[in-house]
């Protein structure tokens, strides 16, 4: 063979293998022929808009790419959250993108769900809503959630021309109890507001505002104002109450009393108070019966009516009269129905007796969830539906088969063949599944409207992506419904237009641009003045001598308490929320029973034995878990799971707390209980192993979470950050910066830097409350795998964000919550013991993780001391349509990669594109981290700490910041200032 | 050395590879079909993830990494006696020297396919691999796992090579007894070797030369596999006994294994001439010093986390000795070090009932060892939130199953078909004029 002939065979060779490869057809990978004007490729739009996942009406800027919404975070104009957002709003992406979200209108035949066209289901439904109509009047019943103007009046509106008795609207957390006492001690049948961010003292009791009551995004921002540690000061908070919620966790004192005693505490400081001369400047008469009525709630009289230390009861009444702004809450949803109206009540009697003046309540910029009508008039509704021959049912996002307890009889209503139900629900939830049709609308993020979640203020809803479905907006579908099937669409928007221009909020169109591009009028109305008027009717629960809470006997009392997660159960088909483990007992999945422990081996259970709790009402099983920060005689759960339905993420998962509560309801308030006494406790002999995520709760005398006294902060041993050993509380603070290394103890050079950038995070542990959005919003922003009960059991969570919660080793019935991600450390373990280089140490001081280099070696989280690693054990499903949240700013990491927390290096690589294009650094400021956005209480700053002038930097400067687990020399960039104890 | 002709030597050993009965080839089927389950195992792992096995957060090292070092400890014996002892001229290692070594090749293959089966991505391995490549990148010669896979590499090469340099004089002796096919083979691995006076000469000083080369491997290689966890942070890994205390752990349970293996070839291939009860005997006295050695380590580590100070360390090892793999603890103490203390009785010593019982207790003491560090380790870390449990799956108890199936099977196909005992040195052996033995 000559040189030509082998080039030749040589030549054919390769071309015949070259042709012979084919690659992997793409699957529907379309070019964008014609795009619309105002959307670049690669560059995101944001669309103001106000959440809708709980009443509270926060402002959300959505975050589209190419079409589709992938991410919310608080609006920061919006004066409810300023920019900030709870868990529950990171995760209403869950809800659109819902893989178990209806898909076409259902029709039930024959006890079966059947895929029904637009026409004829719209038809049925008139047919129906005809019949019943011209069988007589107030035969059409319509339950809604709490609705924005434009939508109620569209309601209303329907309820005229069907000749109906206006909408009802229901809300299982309807606060029927605080509206009460403000109707009898101020005169005013609303929610006032609160301006905890002013008072100095705040005592709570039961309101588990840093939760859900209310409006817990801008109280958690409101509280830590006042809470948060500042130039040597910071406010006092205590918490009255049976059981150790989040926000009683949050409580410089919490103080244990017996399930309903709130009243008691409460009658026992107004006693106090009126006996040390205070509210001399109420009217006499007033001011006498006050005191009359709580003459007999003497120091004694209430420790042995509430059980209450006597040592922190006058502690707590001393510093509250003490103080010079102090601020009373009351009781929040988890307290029974008699007594959360007396709790309720005697703590607004107790503002009135400290501040005649009620300087800390807003009268006028009240909640919007005041117009939830009393749960009476919800059972009224159903009552009297289920009375009538021929009915309509409608239901407006209302899930009451689940909410309301069995013995309310709502679901034998539902059943009832008189009663034709409709449903406008997205998910096949316990009542839509029970319904006749179902007629699926627009879910917040998809429509026009408006919601204001507090007077004062108009706050819009705008689509915030591309649509999914062919479902109408409820305006379209009830216009529809009622005009004999005239084809309308776009009444949402043009009806909340109309109503802003009658109401002078918009001016014009081009106003009305603006204000739905900002999300709303957000200008403070001008100052109106409120005058209480007091009446005598208040005093009624103290009438008989000393209030007796529930429990006079030995049984044991369940609360329901609501769940930060989940709320009333409407965030329980989001596995975001399932997955982010319960702050207080650190279970995900599950909601297990807290137990006091005594009780515990009373009855000779272990953790994770399931048990029978039987009430009047109802019954469930659960498994219990031990926790000492509960009254012995309590039994509490959390609220949101037990869903018969509503999708593979919520169906069967745990069990439904509401289905134990009493369904009567308070003759004066018209509220319900969510606190059931006297039930019975079983051991059913099964066992289920608990979710849970943590290890131990206990430090083991380490550094990791640490608080220190408020009086050694000034007075007391200064802080040396160069302290005096090796040892681990003596180890020198190190910074992830050249200063930060010392030849007698570093064998390798400092880290070069470019441009002087060295991101770097500051963890507040003062000011974290533990609420967990910013690992929710991790979630969201870092494309972070579900994997489930099953997988968190094994170990195997993928969250980056971890919120550990540690006792206080100096004060072991405090607890700290302590933000837990990569601390992308200057001289990090992970790095040196890769063989591939995967862990990078980047030109900015970031701890890169290469996904594309990673072989699963898995020695980088072994090496790792803060645990931050988490490896992809498996390939993680995420069922169709969820991919499309996925933020196509970050790969979504496949099976045997380790992943890590990034500090969300896409936002500092767009930061670097716009320093760029203005040529010049990045500001302070300019981007931060998912987590840093959504911090409600601003506890996480970030920024770069090169930069002497930075807010990080100036923040390391302070004489709490410590590095956990610094004495190993890693040098972490993420710095922790300590919690500030007082002394009480 | 009793009535041993060279003769005698020669047919016993010969005899062993006669054609084998059916028994022979039902035990290999079932070894090859143990290994093709241990393989299944791996592939479904590799389509569903690493997962399927029980590695979790914190504990992300799981039964892959502890038989690789339970293997690796096990390769350490095979030059140990072949090399070290050489050198020392201790006769009595003659006997078993081949089987050792064969042991420490098998053994170190086993124990090369664990990391493999560890890796989260196994397709891209050759990322470690140090070679010009277009991705710029070159492999991190300060981790751990690079100097694994240097000294693994040039353990098993030198071993291997040690153990084939040996063979040759056997090899040739076999082939001109074999016929047909077998003489051809035998004749392409005897390498033209016709036991001329020059041969012999240049063949004892590279076999010297070579055991003078393997003996500082045996050191090194554990030594290095140890520095997998001795440089780490980890408490209970960061320490820096732990060099020594792997290597004797190492040839503690090496020794073990060639009891494990000896005293069933001995018996079946009626060795016992050739392998007496006093060569087990002293494999046996050795064992004892090895498990004096392991238990002294023991001991330090704990003595230091005390003396330390460090209440991270103290902590790991109260938990060790007292907390959830207490048990596991206490099966490694006693089979490690107080078992062996049995070989202190003659009766014992020279028992193959005793002798066999505690090498296999002794292995499995070993293993335990490996399972307290490395799961013990990261369970119970610096973070008391993020402390977790481990326990194996099927899955990995399939792929462990399949690798020990795949140890015998090489063995057994090996003592069938090559000479399990060298012939030549213990030939030599019976040269008193030339032998050290005595």
Partial sequence: MDRRTFLKIAGIGSLSVAVGCTGNDEENLYSLVHAPDNMVTGKPSWYASTCRECPAGCGIIAKNREGRVIKVEGNPLHPVNRGKLCMRGQAALQGVYNPDRIKTPLVKVDGQWRPIAWKEAEALARERLTGAASDGAGNVFFISEVAGETTLAAMQRFQEAMAAAPPVLFEPFGYEALKAANAVTFGLAGLCRYRIDQADVLVGFGADFLETWLSPVEYSRKFKEMHGYRDGRKGLFFHVGPYESVTAANADHWLPVSPGAEAVIAMGCLHEALAKGRGDRLPSNVREAVHAAAAPYTEAAVCSASGVDAGAYRTMVKRLLAAERPLVLGQGVGGGAGEGLAANIAANLLNLVLDPDLARLDFIRRHRVEIAHARREVYGAFREAAGRDNAVLLLNNVNPVYSLPASAGIRETLERSSVFTISFSNFMDDTAVLADLILPTRLPLERWGEYAGHHGIVSTLQPAMGRLTDFPDLCDLLVRLGNGGRRSSGQARKQTYERLRRSEAVTGDRDWINVVQQGGVFTPPEEETFTWTFSFDCLKPFSGGLFRPVDADEALCFAAAPSLRFFDGRGGNRSWLAEFPDPITKVAWQAPVWIHPDTMTSRGLKTGDLVEIASDSGRLIAPVYPFAGLHPKMLVMTTGQGHAGFGRYAKGRGANPFQLLPAAVDPVAGGPGFLAAGVKLAPSGKRMVLAHTDGSKFQHGRKIAMSVAMKDLHGGPGHDHHGAGFGMHEFPMNLPLPEGYDPHQDVYPPHEHRDDYRWGMVVDLDRCIGCGACSVACYAENNIGVVGEQRVIEGREMSWIHIERYHDPDHMEKMIFLPMMCQHCDNAPCESVCPVYAPHHGKEGLNNQIYNRCIGTRYCVQNCPYKVRRFNWFEWDRPHPLPLQLNPDVTVRMRGVMEKCSFCVQRIKEAHGWAKNENRRIRDGEMVPACVQTCPTDALAFGNLADKESRVRRMVEDPRAYQVMGYLNTKPAVIYLRKVVQEI | ?438
């Fill in chain 2, 1 to 438: 050395m009793s009535n041993l002709t060279p003769a005698k030597i020669d047919n016993a050993v010969l005899d062993t590879l006669s054609p084998p009965p059916p028994r022979y080839w039902a035990v290999a089927a079932v070894l090859l079909a143990g290994t093709l389950l241990g393989l299944g195992c791996w592939i479904y792992q590799i389509y569903i993830g690493i997962g399927v096995g029980g590695q979790n957060n914190p504990v992300a090292w799981g039964t892959y990494l502890i038989n690789f070092v339970f293997w690796v400890g096990i390769a350490h014996s095979g030059t140990l006696i072949s090399a070290i002892l050489y050198l020392f001229r201790a006769g009595w290692r003659n006997p078993i020297a081949r089987a050792a070594e064969t042991m420490t090749v098998f053994a170190v293959c086993t124990a090369g396919l664990f990391p493999l089966i560890h890796l989260g991505r196994v397709w891209l391995v050759y990322y470690m691999l140090p070679y010009p490549n277009q991705r710029n990148l070159w492999p991190n010669f300060t981790s751990p796992l690079m100097f694994d896979i240097v000294a693994i590499s040039t353990y098993l090469t030198v071993s291997a090579l040690f153990w084939y340099t040996g063979m040759i004089p056997d090899l040739a002796t076999i082939r001109d007894r074999a016929v047909g096919v077998r003489k051809k083979i035998y004749t392409l691995l005897s390498f033209g070797w016709t036991g001329k006076f020059e041969q012999w000469r240049h063949y004892i000083r590279g076999y010297l030369f070579f055991a003078a080369l393997a003996t500082p491997l045996v050191i090194s290689v554990h030594s290095v596999v140890s520095w997998d966890f001795g440089l780490g942070i980890v408490p209970g890994w960061h320490s820096t006994v732990f060099a020594p205390y792997f290597v004797a752990g190492a040839i503690h349970s090496g020794l073990a294994m060639v009891l494990t293996l000896m005293i069933p070839l001995r018996r079946i291939f009626h060795y016992e001439e050739i392998i007496t009860i006093e060569v087990l005997e002293n494999v046996a006295k050795t064992i004892i010093l090895t498990g004096f050695i392991v238990g002294y380590a023991y001991a330090f580590e704990i003595f230091i986390a005390w003396y330390s100070f460090n209440p991270v360390e103290q902590e790991s090892f109260r938990w060790r000795i007292f907390g959830d793999y207490s048990l596991e603890f206490w099966i490694m103490t006693l089979c490690n070090c107080a078992v062996p203390l049995f070989f202190f009785f003659k009766k014992c010593r020279t028992s193959l009932k005793w002798l066999m019982t505690i090498s296999i207790l002794v292995n499995v003491g070993m293993w335990y060892e490996r399972f307290v560090i490395i799961v013990g380790g990261p369970a119970h870390g610096f973070l008391p939130h993020a402390w977790g449990l481990y326990g194996p799956t099927f899955i990995e108890l399939g792929i462990m199953l399949g690798t020990f199936c795949m140890f015998f099977l090489l063995f057994i196909l090996f003592v069938k078909h090559m000479p399990s005992v060298s012939m030549t040195e213990m030939k030599e052996a019976l040269n008193t004029g030339d032998s050290d033995a005595h």
